[in-house]
């Protein structure tokens, strides 16, 4: 898939997902955290990390906005949870939550060339 098409599938996720969320003002990195999720199903904080190239605090915060919140007065957007690790209780794990499901299908359903792009990233 050429690299213009690419950004026009990505584009077009991040439009769904923010008026899915009616949340217009949502961080790009929030968002391209989500969708880093979306495409696994579960994936560990620690990958997590390396692959978007942040550190430890500033990827548990954003994880915490796509899920409970950060704290009472900043509730989050119930996207993602996370969960220990049953092999290795350090790690953490994160997936997406029924709401994060829904948004996700929403995309693939409005998004059109989602689910190609995904198949295209996952082969190589």
Do not use: C
Request: aromatic share 4%; no cysteine.
């Amino acid at each position: 898939m050429p690299s213009t098409e690419v950004s026009a599938v990505t584009l077009r996720a991040l439009e769904i997902l923010s008026s899915h969320l009616n949340a217009p003002q949502m961080p790009l990195q929030v968002a391209i955290t989500f969708l880093h999720v979306a495409t696994r199903s579960e994936v560990h904080m620690s990958d997590l990390e390396k692959l978007l190239e942040v550190s430890k605090p500033t990827l548990s915060r954003t994880v915490a906005m796509l899920g409970r919140g950060i704290n009472i007065d900043k509730p989050g957007y119930n996207l993602v949870q996370t969960a220990e690790d049953p092999m290795n209780r350090k790690f953490k794990i994160i997936s997406l939550t029924a709401e994060g499901h829904a948004v996700l299908k929403e995309i693939e359903k409005k998004g059109g060339a989602w689910n190609r792009l995904l198949e295209t990233r996952l082969d190589h």
